[in-house]
């Protein structure tokens, strides 16, 4: 894995799903087919449009590309957050073996192997195999392999990498992934149920063991990617490139909630309850893209681009609800086909002004898209002992929508060593449907979301090239704001995603590292966030409306935005980091690295504004983790190395939440007149992880 900036979180219901946000910036939810997220995610350039965490654990990265804010100009929609580019080292030529195995508790076991093969012709090669397994840390007392523990992960991928170049004009690098993945999910539980359901635990440290035997199979998840790059030189000022991908991804996954949405105010007459839900997701992606890349008159470069990228989608969820004591039970079955089109063409120009010495940087660009998204659902809601109570038959919708998105940035070289810039930049969100809409109203679509950002920057080295600075300000106007909005006063999971809103987030973001000399270093990251929900009309058709919900203290065209909060944005982050060659050998040396990251209180749903009671329930409290790593090494004959290191992952045992889901309604509905949060279902994050590298390479 990654250690990405933005705020990362796996989703609720898979151990491997990315919930990513970047300067305020998301999707909570990435499981639904029909609604796109605000960061893109791409491996060597190709869109990724159903991130996982087990697919990108494919070591052998030449470097990560954190690119914050909008990037609708050369990355195009969904990237209002920014975009995360993992970029692939090439293969060498040369012939070369390089080699990790990791062992550590929880019965962790990581091996990596990566093997260069000699150039021939022209053609270049390289093998990349990984395995991985993690134990998981809540077992279960269940026997039989569909009571497996919670949270463990088994992985096994390879790549296989050509590059074809003999110093002509023509290059070629081509790439074929597979991943194969088995997991189980978090575990869910609820403090206010100790006493009430015989060995249950809410100690507000993570549980070591299910108060009871959970049905839990195994989930599994495969993808297979390839990737075409070619490049022609031209003439020496002009490059033309093709981008030629495709990803096929499959996901079957399955998530025992343990109890943890029991009612403890109504256990002695409910119960306890179930909710048992499998997801199937299969994707299919293809990328089509051609660029023209070039330098014309001294001091002017540009970039001309043709971009296609279809995907085709399905989603089954599988979802049964059960009260046992009442003979209650209510299994629901949804299908939702989805396909997505997008063409665009787009350019983007660098033009420096003579007679300034290249200190002055005039960048502007713009791309046209246009959108088509089709879905399909077929829906079933039954009770047992009644039969199907609800259903839906080929619900459809249809979306077409065209977006200009222009951007400029003006930068200056103040020194060689300090430079500013100016930015403006546009982007957008792709619009769709919700999967979670009533029956009857799958057909009402949501529009597109638009951001415009302003940012102001510093890049810079000061003490004699020792310490670097870089910071940023930002000021985002997002407009057509999709908000979820409940429609169902006695089921608050169905809703519609509309248009409803406006929001701005204001930023700040500071980078910096220190190096003394060449055998330190301390590095601090801090970013500050200060989203508001400015306006959130009140709908008619949802909760808000007396006509729906008649406990509704609001009227439809109201603004309700004191009832709704940006999600996953906490206030201040920063990251503390140090680096420190204690010693040097003749043959090697030792090396201690400490990793400190905090992060404020954080929210992490849409409808924890300040008249929401007890919205404190529905979020993570602020923590810090710390990790530690000793590492010796010993350098080799040609320029070959061997490392030893020993770590730890949260070495002060910090018991801190991973997510949470809160239990209660944010407004009054019938038969419940006072709005506010009462519980948790809460999920631990796992217990302090050890281990030991041994490495082999350059």
């Known amino acids: 894995m990654y250690p990405l900036r933005s705020p990362c979180c796996r989703g609720p219901s898979s151990s491997n799903e990315l919930i990513l946000y970047m300067r305020g910036q998301g999707l909570a939810d990435p499981a639904q087919i029909t609604q796109d997220g605000s960061v893109g995610f791409y491996e060597d350039g190709f869109y990724i449009s159903r991130p996982r965490i087990a697919t990108f654990d494919l070591a052998d990265v030449d470097r990560v590309e954190i690119l914050r804010g909008p990037q609708g100009t050369l990355y195009g929609r969904n990237t209002t957050g920014g975009a995360v580019n993992v970029v692939s080292e090439k293969p060498t030529g040369e012939p070369g073996l390089k080699g990790e195995v990791t062992l550590g508790t929880r019965d962790h076991g990581r091996a990596l192997a990566v093997i260069d093969l000699p150039k021939r012709f022209g053609l270049s090669a390289k093998l990349t195999l990984l395995g991985t397994t993690l134990d998981g840390y809540v077992s279960n007392p269940g026997v039989g392999r569909n009571y497996q523990n919670f949270g463990l992960m088994r992985q096994a991928a390879g790549k296989l990498q050509f590059r074809y170049e003999d110093g002509g004009p023509f290059t070629a690098d081509y790439f074929f992934e597979h991943d194969g993945a088995r997991s189980t999910p978090i575990y869910f539980e609820n403090p206010l149920l100790q006493g009430l359901i015989p060995n249950y635990s809410g100690t507000g440290r993570p549980s070591a063991q299910a108060y009871t035997a959970l049905p839990l199979p195994l989930s599994t998840s495969t993808s297979n990617a390839q990737g075409l790059t070619l490049g022609l030189v031209l003439n020496p000022k002009t490059t033309l490139k093709s981008l030629f991908g495709y990803r096929t991804f499959r996901s079957n996954g399955y998530q025992n909630y343990a109890g943890a949405f ?38 002017f470069s540009y970039v001309l681009g043709l971009y296609y990228f279809r995907e085709g989608a399905n989603h089954i969820e599988d979802v049964d609800i059960s009260l046992p004591a009442l003979f209650f039970n209510e299994p629901s079955s949804r299908r939702v ?149 409940e429609t169902d006063p006695g089921n608050l999971a169905i809703g519609l995603v509309q248009n409803a809103g406006a929001s701005t987030i204001t930023g700040v973001e500071l980078e910096s590292l220190y190096r003394p000399t060449n055998d330190a270093s301390i590095g601090f990251n801090w970013t500050y966030l200060d989203p508001k929900i400015r306006e959130v009309d009140a709908l008619a058709g949802t909760v808000f409306d007396a006509n729906v919900n008649p406990s509704s203290p609001y009227h439809v065209g109201q603004n309700v935005t004191d009832v709704f909060r940006v999600p996953y944005a906490p206030r201040n982050v920063f990251d503390l980091t140090t680096d420190y060659t204690f010693l040097r050998t ?92 009462t519980y948790q279902s809460l999920a631990w994050a796992a217990p302090p992880l050890w281990g030991i590298d041994l490495s082999y390479g350059p």
């Open 262 to 299: 029991t009612n403890p105010f109504l256990y002695e007459v409910m119960g306890p309850s179930g909710f048992f839900v499998h997801d199937l997701i299969d994707s299919s992606e293809l990328t089509a893209e051609l660029q023209l890349l070039g330098d014309g008159d001294p001091g």
């Open 337 to 485: 086909v989805a396909e997505s089109k997008s063409r665009a063409v787009y350019g983007q120009a660098t033009w420096r002004p003579p007679g300034l010495d290249d200190r002055l940087s005039l960048t502007f660009g713009a791309r046209f898209t246009q959108d088509d998204k089709d879905a399909t659902r077929n829906e079933t809601v039954s009770v047992d002992g009644i039969g199907v109570i609800a259903s839906e038959v080929n619900a459809a919708n249809n979306l077409t929508f065209r977006k200009f998105n222009p951007a400029g940035t003006i930068a200056y070289a103040w020194t060689a060593d300090v430079s500013t810039y100016a930015r403006i930049a546009t982007g957008y969100k792709a619009g769709g449907s919700s999967e979670s809409a009533a029956i009857g109203s799958f057909g009402i679509t949501f529009a597109p979301e638009a951001l415009t950002q302003y940012e102001l920057g510093l890049k810079s080295y000061w003490l004699g090239q020792t310490l670097r600075i870089n910071a940023a300000a930002f000021y985002s106007d997002i407009r057509n704001l999709q908000i979820h909005l």
């Open 586 to 677: 003749n043959s090697g040396a030792y090396s201690a690295q400490l990793k400190y990251r905090y992060q404020d209180r954080q929210f992490v749903s849409t409808l924890t504004g300040r008249a929401v009671p007890n919205n404190i329930l529905y979020s993570i409290p602020g923590h810090g983790m710390l990790d530690a790593r000793l590492t010796w090494r010993r350098d080799l004959p040609n320029s070959r190395q061997m490392r030893v290191s020993i770590w730890g992952n949260n070495v002060t045992h910090r018991h801190a939440l991973q997510d949470l889901i809160a239990q209660g309604a944010f407004l009054p509905l019938p038969g419940t007149p006072m709005p506010g949060y």
